[in-house]
């Protein structure tokens, strides 16, 4: 019998900073989907929003206090060693050198992420190097426009083990328990010296409290990490 293809989660952003927002869904598609590990990345230069206020280098070590500890998510510093913007297609094809042409590359984005798939830099190339699996809340609607979803349909599977049996080129929509925790609000609650306390984990807060991560030079932090 030949060994099963070991499933390669990729999580990208700009994490700024991580919450349990990102950590629980990641959790749920590495139990259900089996994977071997699940990649986060925090990109260098975001394509799609304003440079973060705190730097790359900053960002990833957030991360690494965020996954300390849990079996399978490992933190990659792979954007932060390219220059330039952050694009998805050249991470993807990083990891594919990387992980050889047989390995299974599973593209972990969204739902509203997916709906503007379009605008990413080389789109259509992404499921050339990967599998793209869209977190989605239960019920939700999986409308799209037009021409993602003329460009989708032949590719999505409702059948996640389908996902091992190639490389690439297959589009999952998964259910997860998303909660409605952003890193905007986060970021807001420290910038006013409040506290962010249980929307992310405690390694976290203690590392933002510890660099003074997110303050308001007008502001005096009181919150305890």
Known sequence: MLPTPRLIGILGGTF??????????ALELLETLELAEMRFIPCRIPAHRGTPQVTAEQRLALVQAAIAGQPGFTAD???????????????????R???????????IIGT????????????????KV???????????????????????????TPDASFLRTQPAGRILFQPVT????????????????QSPRYLLPEAVLAC??????????????????
């Open 77 to 95: 510093d792979r954007e932060l060693r390219r220059e330039g913007t952050s694009y998805m297609v050249d991470t993807l094809a990083s990891l």
């Open 16 to 25: 700024d900073p991580i919450h349990y927002g990102h950590l629980r869904p």
């Open 178 to 193: 998303q909660l409605d925790i952003s890193a905007t609000q986060i970021r807001a609650l420290l910038a006013r010296g």
């Open 112 to 127: 509203d992420a997916f709906r503007e798939l379009s605008t990413w830099s080389r789109w259509q190339d992404l499921a």
């Open 130 to 156: 990967a599998h793209i699996v869209v977190m989605q809340r239960p019920g939700a609607s999986q409308a799209l426009p037009l021409m993602l979803e003329e460009w989708a349909a032949p590719r999505i």
């Open 208 to 225: 933002i409290h510890d660099q003074e991560l997110y303050r308001s030079p007008f502001v005096e932090n009181s919150f305890n990490s």
């Open 97 to 107: 050198d990387e992980f050889g042409q047989e390995t299974p590359l599973c593209l």
